[in-house]
Structure formats: structure tokens, C-alpha cells
């Protein structure tokens, strides 16, 4: 069973940038209501998709560098990477099968 990676401003690139399969990185927040309602969605996502998509997520009060970068405002946002570029956003609480539709719809 897959589980969550836990992502930081110091091991994004390694553990995203240069993944060479799809990473699904959640940018979230401890004190987001809606962060905290996809979080089972996410786990399940992680699991269901294990060996084909590793999913992570980035706690942003905690890594302030790495938001910047992809232009997060809001949270949750997730960013579908391919091959270490962005080939997809969502913003906002989008439930688990809205968020498969979506991975397949990116051929994950």
C-alpha cells in the first residue's frame, strides 16, 4: 500500500522535479478546513495508483520557498508533474473522483 509522500522545500526537486513518472503534489495547510476533507481522498488515490503515481503533499506554512515557484495562492492546489513540468492544476477541495477523473483524463 502506497502511502503519501511528505514534501519539503529542500526534497521537492528530488522527489518531484526529477521523478521520472507522474507526481500529484497537494499543496495544503494544517489550518484548511478543505485540506483536511480531501485528505482520505488523497491516501486513497495514493494507494489505488500505487506503482503508476506517487502522491505527495507540501505543508505550505511550513515550506514558504517552493509555493512561489508554481504560483500557489490558494489551498488546497494540486499540480499534476510529468517529467518534472506542470501538466495540470486544480484548485480547491475536489473529491476523489473528481481528482481520478482528472489523472485519467492526463493519461495516469
Known amino acids: 500500500m502506497s502511502t503519501i509522500v511528505t514534501l519539503t522545500d529542500a526534497t521537492f526537486d528530488a522527489k518531484v522535479v526529477k521523478e521520472s513518472g507522474p507526481v500529484l503534489v497537494s499543496f495544503l495547510a494544517e489550518w484548511s478546513g478543505p485540506c483536511k476533507v480531501i485528505e482520505p481522498g488523497l491516501k486513497e ?3 489505488e495508483f500505487a506503482g503508476r503515481l506517487v ?3 507540501l505543508n505550505i506554512d511550513q515550506n514558504t520557498a517552493t509555493p512561489p515557484k508554481y504560483n500557489v495562492s490558494a489551498v488546497p ?3 499534476l508533474f510529468k517529467a518534472g ?3 495540470g492544476t486544480k484548485i480547491g477541495p475536489w473529491s476523489k473522483s473528481q481528482l481520478v477523473e482528472w489523472l ?3 493519461n495516469v
Request: without cysteine; glycine residues 6%; charged residues 20%.
Open 104 to 106: 485519467k483524463e492526463n
Open 55 to 57: 502522491v505527495g503533499n
Open 45 to 47: 488515490i495514493a494507494a
Open 77 to 79: 492546489t494540486h499540480l
Open 85 to 87: 513540468k506542470v501538466v
